[in-house]
T-cell receptor, first 117, second 116 residues
Framework: DAGITQSPRHKVTETGTPVTLRCHQTENHRYMYWYRQDPGHGLRLIHYSYGVKDTDKGEVSDGYSVSRSKTEDFLLTLESATSSQTSVYFC????????????????FGPGTRLTVL | AQKVTQAQTEISVVEKEDVTLDCVYETRDTTYYLFWYKQPPSGELVFLIRRNSFDEQNEISGRYSWNFQKSTSSFNFTITASQVVDSAVYFCALSEAGDSSYKLIFGSGTRLLVRP
């Protein structure tokens, strides 16, 4: 199994409070991603990182920010949580390209269930 | 624009039946990659297979098989002789070679229930 952990695994918070979710990997993979999973939508990309301090927006980035100060850690922050951000959040990692070989597989962490009341 | 459609929201079968999960994709890229992931009731996402657009060979892994047809933009997944442990949500996903983010575009998933 890919070495990916997420913390916390469960969190209940109130509207308007800041929340930070952490993703930690031991695989030294270049790419890291945050997705949210909602019924009827599958997984949707929030933000991703392609290296330390290199991040970019995904499909549903409004209300979220990210940071990556070390290869192994990727943080997702909800500056002021809203009820619409109640979801299951998954972190994923991907090696990207090694030499001429492109690795597209993503490996996922266990998920964080966030409830915003 | 890229898109993945899994029209079957939920499928229920009796153990030992064969079942096929459909996946239809849209992309303008000539090189792309298709994936299947399994999400069992415990919630984790498990990688099952990757298929490259330039390799149309079908693949079999035990009771699992995948049928890739470029002509119909489909990448269907068949489970032969289904078992209760196959009960899960299955996601099909697409990644385009021209996308430097390597991101995956997911379908909405198909929930498979295998009854004893």
């Amino acid at each position: 199994d890919a070495g990916i952990t997420q913390s916390p695994r469960h969190k209940v918070t109130e509207t308007g409070t800041p929340v930070t979710l952490r993703c930690h990997q031991t695989e030294n993979h270049r790419y890291m991603y945050w997705y949210r999973q909602d019924p009827g939508h599958g997984l949707r990309l929030i933000h991703y990182s392609y290296g330390v301090k290199d991040t970019d927006k995904g499909e549903v980035s409004d209300g979220y920010s990210v940071s990556r100060s070390k290869t192994e850690d990727f943080l997702l922050t909800l500056e002021s949580a809203t009820s619409s951000q109640t979801s299951v959040y998954f972190c994923a990692i991907s090696e990207g390209t090694s030499g001429t070989v492109r690795y597209n597989e993503q490996f996922f962490g266990p998920g964080t269930r966030l409830t915003v009341l | 624009a890229q898109k993945v459609t899994q029209a079957q929201t939920e499928i229920s079968v009796v153990e030992k039946e064969d079942v096929t999960l459909d996946c239809v994709y849209e992309t303008r890229d000539t090189t792309y990659y298709l994936f299947w992931y399994k999400q069992p009731p415990s919630g984790e996402l498990v990688f099952l297979i990757r298929r490259n657009s330039f390799d149309e060979q079908n693949e079999i892994s035990g009771r699992y098989s995948w049928n890739f047809q470029k002509s119909t933009s489909s990448f269907n997944f068949t489970i032969t002789a289904s078992q209760v442990v196959d009960s899960a949500v299955y996601f099909c996903a697409l990644s385009e070679a021209g996308d430097s983010s390597y991101k995956l575009i997911f379908g909405s998933g198909t929930r498979l229930l295998v009854r004893p």
